[in-house]
């Protein structure tokens, strides 16, 4: 079996990189694979320890970014989800010749929520904890436990849950240490210090209804970051590029034409 992560490439035109987050994989960008594919070469990886890269492993964001630079595009717009939208971040960070441009969807530079220094809205602390207790015990069940958590508050969460369990169970179950490591990155990884380096364009997306990254998040971010762009999804909850998929379409198309 190869070392090398999966990566689906397809269509034509400038290099778009989709990055899936927590407990997923690449299958859940089909619906936005078919509606970008005619604009751009759309390249989907599944990150280390999920779907067809579950032979793989990665303990932090740097060990991820070495397996991506293997086949990932140079001078592509990168859109990371959730967890992605660290792992796009970090190489927008670092490895600056891979992005051009960066979109985060329904994510944030740090997930866990905190008191001090000052007040960050996120995942309560215990509520990560606990993931990580029941993922020793029964990670299929913690998986779909998150899956409903992501779709929670949306219009078409019901929906949203399905896609997101066809996506996972079309393709090999995740790896348990890199499910572990995943929640540890959502746990303790903080880049709001980091941000205002970038040097690319960035776009911000979010779901007005979302549980798991709160709107605050964006409110806070566009103060700090006064020279990105945000939209925010009003009938999304986690997954916008499901729930309200046009219009995600329709932002990301914009952006990349700017």
């Known amino acids: 079996m190869s070392d090398k992560l999966y990566w689906h490439v397809s269509g034509q035109g400038p290099d778009l990189v989709l990055v899936h987050g927590w407990g997923m994989n690449g299958a859940v960008w089909q619906q936005t694979v078919t509606a970008l594919e005619t604009q751009f070469r759309v390249h989907v990886v599944d990150l280390p320890g999920y779907g067809h890269s579950s032979h793989c492993h990665a303990?932090?964001?740097?060990?991820?970014?070495?397996q991506l630079m293997e086949e990932a595009p140079k001078q592509?717009?990168?859109?990371?989800?959730?967890?992605?939208?660290?792992?796009?971040?970090?190489?927008?960070?670092?490895?600056?010749?891979?992005?051009?441009?960066?979109?985060?969807?329904?994510?944030?530079?740090?997930?866990?929520?905190?008191?001090?220094?000052?007040?960050?809205?996120?995942?309560?602390?215990?509520?990560?904890?606990?993931?990580?207790?029941?993922?020793?015990?029964?990670?299929?069940?913690?998986?779909?436990?998150?899956?409903?958590?992501?779709?929670?508050?949306?219009?078409?969460?019901?929906?949203?849950?399905?896609?997101?369990?066809?996506?996972?169970?079309?393709?090999?179950?995740?790896?348990?240490?890199?499910?572990?490591?995943?929640?540890?990155?959502l746990s303790d990884?903080?880049?709001?210090?980091?941000?205002?380096?970038?040097?690319?364009?960035?776009?911000?997306?979010?779901?007005?209804?979302?549980?798991?990254?709160?709107?605050k998040v964006a409110k806070d971010l566009e103060k700090a970051l006064p020279n990105t762009e945000q939209y925010i999804f009003t009938q999304s909850s986690h997954a916008p590029f499901m729930t309200e998929a046009d219009a995600f379409c329709c932002e990301l198309i914009s952006f990349a034409e700017k």
């Open 76 to 185: 592509a717009i990168w859109v990371g989800w959730s967890l992605g939208g660290l792992v796009a971040t970090h190489m927008a960070l670092h490895h600056t010749d891979y992005v051009s441009k960066l979109v985060t969807v329904a994510s944030s530079p740090k997930f866990a929520a905190a008191k001090e220094p000052v007040l960050w809205r996120g995942i309560q602390p215990n509520v990560l904890t606990n993931f990580t207790e029941q993922l020793v015990e029964d990670f299929q069940t913690t998986i779909e436990r998150f899956m409903a958590l992501q779709a929670m508050g949306s219009p078409s969460a019901r929906q949203d849950v399905k896609q997101l369990k066809q996506a996972v169970l079309s393709r090999p179950l995740p790896n348990p240490d890199s499910l572990l490591a995943g929640l540890k990155m």
């Open 59 to 66: 303990d932090a964001l740097e060990g991820i970014a070495e």
């Open 189 to 215: 990884v903080d880049l709001r210090e980091r941000l205002p380096e970038l040097k690319v364009p960035m776009l911000r997306l979010y779901g007005r209804l979302d549980g798991l990254v709160p709107i």
